[in-house]
């Protein structure tokens, strides 16, 4: 008898903590939706017509997805359509999938996509565009044709990037030496052609650019890579990444009084704080906020029945620098 | 009426039968919870999903539920889904046909599920260690099969066909209105369900989780079975791992992370005890559901993911508090049997 009453009470808990549970998130989702003027349950409708909008990046927790949900958010309450970011917690193919799956069934007209890789995800778009849903990629596209595409072009900023380390250079009276290029790997398109562009803003110079080295992001292992160039005698280095912008900063700081001159690519605190002490030269940070906006911009067009035609926008990138790095959000 | 509350007080007894039920009943408040919140969680194809995006939580958990009733535990099993998914992918990429290419990725599969039987049931591991040992070396296979990269299309030596079909089968393609994942790991539940509830097999597996010793001397096989439990959860992971594979269309070296944990939360809100030696698999089909409708139910109210996780945490938490108090519930009644 005893044993039954424990198993109530636990079977009693249990219940208490899945409502208290549920009822708690009430609080966020809420918090989210007041920017779009939408009533406090997501299920009724918002002020203008009902339009629900889809942002699914590739997870919820990198600065870079988070900048590019306020920008949506704002956007969307301008527009006054509801925009929900319904991510995925972590980088995974087979989530990213399933909460594309959700949207199609939750009644979004139209989905703002990161994709995690070209290919994984292009069967789940397919079903969604069979539904009737819109398409529109933000920062990494898939290949599946969509109505529109809001990247950064990642080799006219690679090539900015490789300017402003000439110029640097030149200010110094510096016209040869080597440079080095700390990279993620050899597969990522995206760094890829940061890497590209790069090295094509040394093609008429006397500089001779090393081969590459890959540090998969990792900041520890970009900082060790760095060291090792600059043990080289390299006069400047490239970060191609968050992580790779961060050790190359810290690889310049720690050598001490250190002329190397390190270009970064993105932004964090820590990038940031290299580039304020003086140890990196700038960054190029992309624009996250504005691909969310221009993004719910083409989703409403794209709803309302216009042809966006598939055309892939520039969102450029924002030269952060001792300048201007301290009014940078 | 004495006789059907007998039957009734029978069907109560049947070991982790409560904790079971008690899953169920969770899992219907927290969906009709989820519904309430947004009426779209009720919808018919949210509903297909659910069951289709349960499917690989269900299979995961069975695996995990059957070595957790021998007293085990299985850390492999995630980096198992990442290397079958690569493994199938990249055969397939290179030309090797589907039906081969399964074939061929299930004989790995079995391999390791051997390993890990042999080092815990021969050698005598720790099976935290042996497992989190075999952990690495699947995933760093899962690495290796492809050269660090992730494969490509699965279709594009094979021709648009037969990866279709492979799609098909697995994940897209639907069966009397269900999606076929669903049906895969249905078949599957029932077959493990009735070869733990039904066989030999099933009695030798409880027996070694509840004692050892007691089960050796009379006369368990405690190796063979330990082993056949491990090759029992391997091929559960690679059917998984076709299934991560159908879905992206591709081969993913990090499919398939952290999923040894979710069976383990999946077969402890179900009622499998860590303990060993008690727990229904019908209790980890409601624990994988209860799961996936926490993920889904989360995600459609827009949900951020950081109370996804904390829900979860407490929900595994007092499932096996429950499991505890109870067991010890029963002890204090068995003492006070005997001073009587």
């Given at each position: 008898?005893?044993?039954?009453f424990?198993a109530?009470?636990c079977?009693a808990?249990?219940?208490g903590t899945a409502?208290t549970?549920?009822?708690?998130n009430?609080?966020?989702?809420?918090?989210?939706?007041e920017?779009s003027?939408?009533a406090?349950?997501?299920?009724?409708?918002s002020?203008?017509?009902?339009?629900?909008?889809?942002?699914?990046t590739?997870?919820?927790?990198?600065q870079?997805?988070?900048?590019?949900n306020?920008g949506?958010?704002a956007?969307?309450?301008v527009?006054?359509?509801k925009?929900?970011?319904?991510?995925?917690?972590?980088?995974d193919?087979?989530?990213?999938?399933?909460?594309?799956?959700?949207?199609?069934?939750?009644?979004?007209?139209?989905i703002?996509?990161?994709?995690?890789?070209?290919d994984?995800?292009s069967s789940?778009?397919?079903d969604?565009?069979?539904?009737?849903i819109?398409i529109?990629y933000?920062?990494?596209?898939?290949?599946?044709?969509?109505?529109?595409?809001?990247?950064?072009?990642?080799v006219?900023a690679?090539k900015?990037a490789?300017?402003?380390m000439?110029k640097?250079?030149?200010?110094?009276?510096?016209t040869?030496?080597n440079?080095g290029?700390?990279?993620?790997?050899?597969a990522t398109?995206s760094?890829?052609?940061?890497?590209k562009?790069?090295?094509s803003?040394?093609?008429?110079?006397?500089?001779?650019?090393l081969?590459?080295q890959?540090?998969d992001?990792?900041?520890?292992?970009?900082?060790?890579?760095?060291?090792?160039?600059i043990?080289q005698?390299v006069?400047?280095?490239?970060?191609?990444?968050?992580?790779?912008?961060?050790g190359?900063?810290?690889?310049i700081k720690?050598?001490k009084?250190?002329?190397?001159i390190g270009?970064?690519f993105?932004?964090s605190?820590?990038?940031?704080g290299?580039?304020?002490?003086?140890?990196?030269?700038c960054t190029?940070?992309?624009n996250?906020d504005?691909?969310g906006a221009?993004?719910?911009?083409?989703?409403v067009?794209?709803?309302?029945?216009?042809?966006?035609?598939?055309?892939v926008?520039?969102?450029?990138?924002?030269?952060?620098?001792?300048?201007?790095?301290?009014?940078?959000? | 009426?004495i006789?059907?509350?007998?039957?009734?007080?029978?069907?109560?007894?049947i070991r982790?039968m409560g904790a079971a039920?008690t899953?169920?009943i969770?899992?219907?408040?927290?969906?009709?919870?989820?519904?309430?919140?947004?009426?779209?969680?009720?919808?018919g194809q949210?509903?297909?999903?659910?069951?289709?995006?349960m499917?690989?939580?269900?299979?995961?958990g069975?695996?995990?539920?059957c070595?957790m009733i021998?007293?085990?535990?299985?850390?492999?099993l995630?980096?198992?889904?990442?290397?079958?998914?690569?493994?199938?992918?990249t055969l397939?990429v290179s030309?090797?046909?589907v039906i081969?290419?399964i074939?061929?990725t299930?004989?790995?599969?079995?391999?390791?599920?051997i390993?890990?039987?042999l080092?815990v049931g021969?050698?005598?591991?720790p099976?935290?260690?042996?497992?989190?040992?075999?952990?690495?070396v699947?995933?760093?296979?899962?690495?290796?099969?492809n050269?660090?990269?992730?494969?490509?299309n699965?279709?594009?030596?094979?021709?648009?066909?037969?990866?279709?079909?492979?799609?098909?089968?697995?994940?897209?393609?639907k069966?009397?209105g269900?999606?076929?994942?669903?049906?895969?790991?249905?078949i599957?539940f029932?077959?493990?369900?009735f070869?733990?509830?039904?066989?030999?097999t099933?009695r030798?597996?409880?027996?070694?989780?509840?004692n050892?010793?007691?089960?050796?001397?009379s006369?368990?096989?405690?190796?063979?079975?330990?082993?056949?439990?491990?090759?029992?959860?391997?091929v559960?992971a690679?059917i998984?791992?076709?299934?991560?594979?159908a879905?992206a269309g591709?081969?993913n070296?990090?499919?398939g992370?952290?999923?040894?944990?979710?069976g383990v939360?999946a077969?402890v809100i179900g009622?499998?005890s860590?303990?060993?030696?008690?727990?229904?698999?019908?209790?980890t089909?409601?624990g994988?559901?209860?799961?996936q409708?926490l993920?889904?139910?989360?995600?459609?109210i827009?949900a951020?993911?950081?109370i996804?996780?904390?829900?979860i945490?407490?929900?595994?938490?007092?499932?096996?508090?429950m499991?505890?108090?109870?067991?010890?519930?029963?002890k204090?009644?068995?003492?006070?049997?005997s001073?009587?």
């Amino acid at each position: 008898m005893k044993r039954k009453f424990i198993a109530m009470a636990c079977c009693a808990a249990l219940i208490g903590t899945a409502l208290t549970g549920c009822g708690g998130n009430t609080t966020p989702t809420t918090a989210s939706t007041e920017a779009s003027s939408a009533a406090s349950t997501p299920a009724s409708a918002s002020a203008s017509g009902n339009v629900k909008i889809a942002l699914i990046t590739m997870d919820q927790i990198d600065q870079h997805w988070v900048t590019m949900n306020e920008g949506a958010q704002a956007e969307a309450a301008v527009k006054g359509v509801k925009c929900d970011f319904i991510s995925p917690d972590t980088k995974d193919d087979s989530k990213q999938i399933e909460c594309v799956n959700n949207a199609v069934s939750n009644g979004y007209k139209a989905i703002m996509v990161a994709a995690n890789g070209p290919d994984a995800i292009s069967s789940a778009l397919k079903d969604a565009q069979a539904a009737g849903i819109k398409i529109i990629y933000v920062d990494s596209p898939a290949n599946v044709k969509a109505e529109a595409t809001f990247s950064t072009d990642n080799v006219s900023a690679g090539k900015q990037a490789g300017e402003e380390m000439l110029k640097a250079l030149k200010a110094k009276n510096v016209t040869k030496g080597n440079i080095g290029i700390v990279n993620v790997n050899a597969a990522t398109q995206s760094t890829v052609n940061r890497e590209k562009g790069f090295r094509s803003a040394f093609t008429s110079s006397n500089f001779k650019l090393l081969d590459t080295q890959y540090c998969d992001g990792d900041a520890s292992k970009a900082q060790s890579i760095a060291e090792n160039y600059i043990t080289q005698g390299v006069v400047g280095i490239f970060g191609a990444n968050e992580g790779a912008a961060t050790g190359t900063g810290n690889a310049i700081k720690a050598a001490k009084g250190s002329k190397v001159i390190g270009v970064g690519f993105d932004k964090s605190d820590t990038i940031k704080g290299l580039i304020k002490d003086g140890y990196l030269l700038c960054t190029m940070a992309q624009n996250p906020d504005i691909m969310g906006a221009k993004g719910v911009d083409a989703c409403v067009d794209a709803i309302n029945g216009k042809d966006l035609g598939g055309a892939v926008t520039d969102t450029g990138v924002t030269i952060l620098n001792k300048d201007n790095v301290a009014s940078a959000k | 009426m004495i006789k059907k509350q007998n039957e009734l007080k029978k069907f109560w007894k049947i070991r982790g039968m409560g904790a079971a039920l008690t899953a169920f009943i969770g899992l219907i408040v927290i969906y009709i919870a989820f519904g309430l919140i947004n009426p779209m969680v009720f919808s018919g194809q949210n509903i297909l999903n659910l069951l289709r995006s349960m499917s690989k939580y269900l299979l995961i958990g069975v695996a995990q539920s059957c070595v957790m009733i021998t007293g085990n535990i299985d850390l492999s099993l995630g980096s198992l889904v990442g290397m079958s998914a690569m493994i199938v992918a990249t055969l397939m990429v290179s030309g090797v046909p589907v039906i081969a290419a399964i074939f061929i990725t299930l004989l790995c599969g079995i391999a390791i599920g051997i390993l890990n039987g042999l080092l815990v049931g021969k050698f005598k591991l720790p099976p935290f260690i042996a497992t989190l040992g075999t952990m690495f070396v699947a995933r760093g296979i899962a690495y290796m099969v492809n050269n660090n990269r992730n494969t490509d299309n699965i279709g594009i030596k094979l021709g648009k066909g037969s990866a279709d079909a492979f799609q098909q089968f697995f994940y897209y393609g639907k069966t009397a209105g269900i999606y076929n994942t669903f049906w895969i790991s249905l078949i599957l539940f029932i077959a493990f369900f009735f070869l733990l509830s039904k066989t030999r097999t099933g009695r030798h597996i409880y027996a070694i989780g509840s004692n050892v010793e007691a089960s050796k001397l009379s006369g368990v096989d405690v190796v063979r079975t330990t082993i056949k439990t491990y090759i029992f959860s391997s091929v559960c992971a690679v059917i998984v791992g076709f299934i991560l594979c159908a879905q992206a269309g591709m081969g993913n070296m990090e499919a398939g992370n952290m999923y040894e944990m979710y069976g383990v939360a999946a077969g402890v809100i179900g009622g499998v005890s860590p303990l060993g030696g008690s727990g229904l698999l019908l209790g980890t089909f409601a624990g994988a559901a209860v799961w996936q409708t926490l993920e889904n139910g989360l995600n459609m109210i827009g949900a951020q993911v950081g109370i996804q996780r904390i829900v979860i945490g407490i929900i595994v938490v007092l499932a096996v508090l429950m499991d505890v108090v109870i067991r010890s519930g029963k002890k204090i009644k068995i003492a006070n049997k005997s001073t009587k």
